[in-house]
């Protein structure tokens, strides 16, 4: 998922090593989680799946997240999505992508791949050179491919088990081993040696407002489903194992593949949204 910081802004002579205003911080999933209690009431429709142990607090804590996301997040998304020109919002998605890209080349020698980590330092420096600090994109015009690894699933291609699936308050869905991976990214993103943190918190909210965006259209796929927390859970689960095994997995249901794959599209700004709660498809 769901993509850091502009690299002018570093500071090489003492770089901030402590990682940024983390989305994984242990103490806030923890703090969060048993505020958000555990008490909920599973549908009549639901079938218990082993993958997801803390299903009743899972669910409680989705309800919270679906709940922020319809009074805030959700709005705010939309509007900027009418009142930003289509350049713009591709502008902005293809920053945060290249300023990623650090994450995917640490992850790409880690599980071996040198072919891959070629093709992908290629791309960034021609996207953060001649795409204005990755502003545009024009690595993918001379036939770059891009590429999405992460610890987590360098983790998975080791042979670690994903663990038990959470839902984590304001994120969304992970499981324990992906939670654990996003530990290690932290420290490979640009980022984290930003030495101001307004800056560094600032960059965090718009990486995942943009996320946010380019998932409105996955509101509408919800609309169709009895029950949108199973099939979040399917979805991300299905799509981390994908990942894990670049693609040489069974998949339980070929046409929810094709359906997380239309998601990665570019945003239509033409196309309106449903109104669905948050998909919550955007944690890594």
Request: aromatic share 10%; hydrophobic share 35%; glycine share 8%.
């Amino acid at each position: 998922m769901l993509n850091w910081a502009d690299p002018q802004t570093l500071s090489p002579a003492e770089p901030k090593m402590s990682p940024p205003p983390s989305h994984h911080t242990p103490l806030l999933i923890l703090l969060a989680a048993l505020a958000l209690g555990g008490c909920t009431t599973l549908p009549p429709q639901a079938t218990p799946d082993p993958r997801d142990p803390l299903e009743r607090l899972n669910r409680s804590t989705y309800a919270f997240n679906d709940g922020l996301d319809r009074a805030i997040v959700k709005p705010l998304a939309r509007g900027y999505r009418k009142a930003t020109p289509q350049f713009l919002q591709t502008g902005v998605s293809n920053f945060f992508s290249n300023a990623e890209y650090p994450v995917t080349l640490a992850n790409n020698l880690l599980q071996g791949k040198i072919t891959a980590a070629a093709s992908d330092t290629a791309r960034f420096v021609l996207n953060t050179t001649f795409g204005l600090g990755g502003l545009f994109d024009p690595a993918t015009a001379w036939g770059l491919d891009r590429n999405d690894e992460d610890f987590g699933q360098t983790l998975g291609s080791w042979g670690v088990p994903p663990g038990p699936y959470l839902v984590v308050p304001f994120l969304g869905p992970y499981t324990l081993r992906d939670g654990i991976g996003s530990f290690a990214d932290d420290f490979a993103e640009p980022r984290a040696y930003l030495e101001d943190d307004s800056t560094r918190w600032t960059l965090w909210a718009a990486d995942k407002f943009d996320r946010r965006v380019r998932l409105l259209d996955a509101d509408a796929l919800l609309e169709r489903t009895g029950d949108p927390y199973a099939f979040v859970r399917s979805a991300y689960l299905q799509r981390r194992e994908y990942l894990v095994r670049d693609g040489d997995v069974p998949l339980e249901d070929d046409a929810m593949l094709e359906d997380l794959e239309d998601l990665e599209d570019p945003v239509d700004p033409e196309d309106p949204p449903g109104d669905a709660g948050s998909p919550e498809l955007s944690a890594r």
